[in-house]
């Protein structure tokens, strides 16, 4: 082995050339390499002394291999083993170590690499199969050739095909190559009756392999036309058959052929063939028999050569249709019966509806029905046929509507007729009374369709089963058998619709038991439409909500739960409630808020959001101004109760305090209010006299009084005298309080209308004044004038001639007297002997307090100015009288 190897080196080396670009070299050049292998490569050193096989290195794309790979031949040669595990192609490198020098100056001479190209032998090609068709009305030169091809290929390494044709005992013999796994051979004629034999060769760089071959007769390989002109003959004596006529599609002297023949009715996808035994020979019609009158059947025909194992079946002839003449219904119509409640309440309507006999045999034209009153036996011999005509395409016919009353029975027989016969009676009873239902009724959707399970009822055999479904005015229903426990709707259902499902048992004579009823959807979705809300009520911290159910078409799903969400614009909050509520009180609300809410509808496939409702809480709950005005009215009620209660209790601490008393002038210790009055001397009484201040003065006559105090006493003008010796209302009970005793007007004239608004009590004053306080022995005329006052005038002022009697009576009783005396004029003393005897005579003139009664003939000497000394004389006489009466009650 190892002579071998040098001997290849030595080769190599000679084919290099004398000034060669690189040290290294490694053998072999460009390999293709099976994948999965193990694979050698030689790395050899040429003139040059500078490196060994131990400087060498060997890197499989951008790795290292590990030294344990390598195998060293002499000092310029190394061998590398590596395993071919991946299909992509790479590169192998042998190269020199980092040495100084020489190496590492020239590094380009120290390194070279080989392509390694990888791939897949070629499999042995299957299942190896070729047709020649048919063309025209001989068949066809070309042979059409295709196979499985077994194994792997990659780009780099690719597998080419070449299809073998040798036709035997001639030699024609023909070839085509290709990449794909099927091809074309032509033949200069197609070999009829002879062998031939055909086979596919597999081949690329790593290997070939050949396929089974073919040796066969030539009409091993045909595939016919299909028959032509199929033709269908239907025969009215015969409504169960119809008559297939067709024709060869190829002369018998090139070939014999079978045919076999499928059938369905029209729009049906399931098929029925004919049994091979049948039609396994050379004819050219046939008579399907056992078909379903008034039915339109489709045919088929296919051929293939008689020879068994031989050739190919042809295609499938086109469609040949026709329709199977009437017959008499076959079996009796589908009655049912829809129950609704009546107009009256011991009445119902039920409504005899019935579709077409399943094997009706042609076009139903009328049916014929009659009702049995089962309670009125009297009447069994005179029940009538009613016949009632179809005039409609409908699948279902409703014959009549009946009111039925409660706890009646009847019983319906119809049957169907159409061109050929009558079908067989259908019997249906609606019990007054209805008989047991099944039990454990289940309905649920299952691969696109509504599944039914239930158990029968107990202690009464049933005859069959009627499973009915209606979705809004959509009703329909099928039959079971007495033995089904589960089943599927047969009818055509919709998706999101509800439907609500009811089997129904039929007993023996057709009596119908009580349905169980179980409502379900094909497929559920979200609701097309959300609730609507309205505000039912609402208050100060409440709102009252109701909406209505969605309709059932707008569903489209169980409804699982309602949510409700409500937000016054800063937080929003939702509440949940189940399905069957639809009303709710929001509760915990702020008073005069805007509260915005709407309702989320949900299924189990998701939600659907209902239109926004706004409203607005109140500022008051209802009831709540009505209670304020209550409660202010009833407290106010109280408080005034309670007043009224305190005044009557309390009136007289409450007159004290808000009515003061007045005193009476009328038992005032002045006795008279003018002179030109009788004097009328009355004795004060005790409580009245701290409030008067009495001085002793002389009175002089007018001419001494006017000379003297000229200027000090003017009536209008200075006011001391009244207001120190006045007692005027709102003073104590002594009239102490200080009181204008005449008006500060100017004008005399005025005098009378300042009396009639404002009255006065009682002033005196002295004619000579108070300035000399000396005692005279001329008896003074006294002059009284009124405060004023708003009180009404007394008795006396209104009645002087009763004052004047009274007058002279008081003058008879008492002695007439001074009651002032009056010092020198325009003298005041200074003496203190004269101010303890003037303080004496006032305390002795305080104990009997008698004033001296005014002469008609005195007169006031008060002048008012320097102008006249007549004008006491001129004075007019007083106007007031004396109070004789007291105060009239205010």
């Not at 045909?222 to 269908?232: D, L, M, R, Y």
């Not at 379900?520 to 309205?534: K, R, Y």
Request: glycine fraction near 6%.
């Amino acid at each position: 082995m190892e002579s071998a190897t040098l001997l290849l080196l030595a080769c190599l080396a000679s084919a290099l050339p004398a000034r060669g670009v690189s040290h290294l070299v490694i053998a072999p050049q460009s390999p293709v390499l099976e994948i999965g292998t193990n694979f050698m490569a030689t790395c050899m050193i040429f003139n040059t002394s500078e490196v060994t096989a131990d400087d060498l290195d060997w890197k499989l794309s951008e790795t290292i291999i590990p030294k344990e790979q390598y195998t060293k031949i002499n000092s310029s040669a190394l061998n590398v083993t590596i395993r071919i595990t991946t299909e992509n192609s790479e590169w192998l490198f042998c190269l020199c170590k980092e040495k100084p020098g020489y190496v590492s100056l020239n590094k380009g001479k120290f390194i070279h690499g080989i392509f390694l190209e990888k791939g897949y032998r070629p499999g042995k090609p299957e299942n190896l199969s070729c047709i020649a068709h048919q063309d025209k009305t001989v068949i066809s030169k070309i042979i059409t050739c295709k196979w499985d091809p077994v194994g792997r290929q990659t780009t780099g390494v690719p597998t080419t095909y070449t299809l073998n044709v040798k036709v035997i005992p001639s030699g024609e013999f023909k070839i085509e190559s290709t990449s794909e796994n099927s091809t074309q051979v032509a033949l200069e004629i197609f070999p009829d009756h002879l062998n031939m034999e055909i086979w596919v060769e597999a081949h690329n760089i790593l290997g070939r392999i050949e396929s089974e071959h073919l040796k066969e007769d030539a009409g091993w390989f045909v595939k016919t036309n299909p028959p032509s002109n199929v033709i269908i003959i239907s025969e009215e004596s015969f409504p169960t058959s119809l008559l297939i006529n067709w024709t060869h599609p190829i002369a018998e002297p090139y070939l014999k052929l079978i045919y076999k023949i499928r059938f369905c009715p029209q729009g049906s996808q399931s098929w029925t063939d004919v049994p091979p035994a049948d039609t396994a020979k050379d004819i050219q019609s046939f008579r399907l028999q056992n078909l379903q009158p008034d039915t339109v059947y489709v045919v088929q025909v296919s051929c293939k050569n008689a020879r068994e194992r031989h050739g190919y079946w042809s295609d499938w002839s086109t469609n040949a249709t026709k329709i199977t003449p009437e017959d008499k219904p076959y079996s009796k119509p589908e009655l049912w019966k829809f129950v609704s409640d009546g107009g009256n309440i011991n009445e119902q309507q039920v409504q005899i509806i019935c579709k077409d006999p399943v094997f009706a045999n042609g076009k139903i034209n009328r049916f014929e029905m009659k009702i049995q009153d089962l309670e009125d036996k009297g009447k069994n011999g005179s029940w009538k046929w009613e016949s009632i005509p179809v005039n409609s395409s409908s699948s279902q016919h409703i014959l009549k509507e009946i009111h039925l009353a409660d706890k009646k029975s009847i019983k319906v027989y119809v049957s169907a007729f159409n061109s050929a016969g009558q079908s067989p009676e259908a019997v249906l009873v609606i019990p007054a009374k209805e008989l047991a239902s099944v039990e454990e009724l289940k309905v649920w959707p299952h691969e696109g369709q509504l599944q039914l399970g239930w158990k029968p009822p107990k202690g009464r055999p049933v005859s069959e089963y009627v499973v009915e479904w209606v979705s809004g005015n959509q009703r329909d229903w099928q039959r079971e058998n007495r033995n089904t426990r589960h089943t599927f709707i047969k009818g055509t259902l919709e998706k999101f619709v509800c439907y609500n499902v009811s089997v129904y048992p039929v007993y023996n004579s057709g009596y119908i038991g009580k349905p169980a009823s179980q409502e379900a959807f094909l497929e559920q979705d979200v609701p097309s439409d959300g609730p609507t809300i309205t505000l039912i009520a609402k208050g100060s911290n409440d709102a009252e909500l109701a909406w209505t159910e969605i309709p059932l078409h707008s569903r489209r799903g169980f409804i699982t739960n309602y949510t409700i969400f409500y937000t016054s614009g800063t937080e929003t909050r939702a509440i949940t409630v189940p399905a069957n509520v639809t009303s709710y009180t929001l509760r915990s609300l702020a008073q005069n808020t805007k509260y915005d809410t709407w309702i989320q509808v949900s299924t189990i496939k998701g939600s659907t959001k209902g239109i926004n409702h706004t409203f607005t809480t109140l500022k008051y709950a209802p009831g709540e101004i009505e209670g304020i005005v209550v409660g202010v009215s009833l407290g106010f009620l109280f408080i005034v109760l309670m007043t009224m209660l305190l005044c009557i209790y309390k009136k007289d601490v409450i007159k004290k305090n808000f009515w003061p008393q007045i005193p009476n002038p009328g038992e005032s210790t002045i006795g008279n209010w003018s002179p030109d009055c009788p004097i009328k001397a009355e004795t004060p009484k005790e409580n009245c006299l701290s409030g008067i201040s009495v001085l002793d003065v002389d009175v002089c006559d007018g001419k001494s009084v006017f000379e003297e105090d000229k200027a000090s006493l003017p009536l209008k003008k200075d006011k001391y005298l009244s207001e120190e010796h006045s007692s005027g209302i709102g003073g104590s009970s002594c009239m102490s309080s200080p009181r204008q005793s005449v008006s500060d007007s100017d004008e005399g004239g005025d005098m009378a209308d300042t009396t009639a608004s404002t009255v006065q009590y009682s002033s005196v004053v002295a004619s000579n004044g108070y300035k000399g306080q000396t005692p005279s022995s001329q008896p003074q005329q006294a002059i009284f004038s009124r405060s004023e006052s708003t009180q009404p005038l007394l008795d006396s002022e209104e009645n002087p001639d009763m004052l004047l009697q009274e007058g002279s009576r008081q003058s008879q009783r008492f002695p007439r007297q001074a009651c002032f005396t009056h010092t020198a004029r325009n003298k005041i003393s200074t003496d203190p002997a004269d101010s303890n005897q003037l303080e004496m005579e006032q305390q002795e003139v305080l104990e009997p307090l008698d004033f001296c009664p005014l002469e008609e003939d005195s007169e006031q000497t008060t002048p008012a100015d320097s102008h006249s000394a007549d004008w006491l004389s001129e004075a007019p006489v007083s106007s007031y009288m004396p109070q004789l009466g007291g105060y009239r009650p205010q």
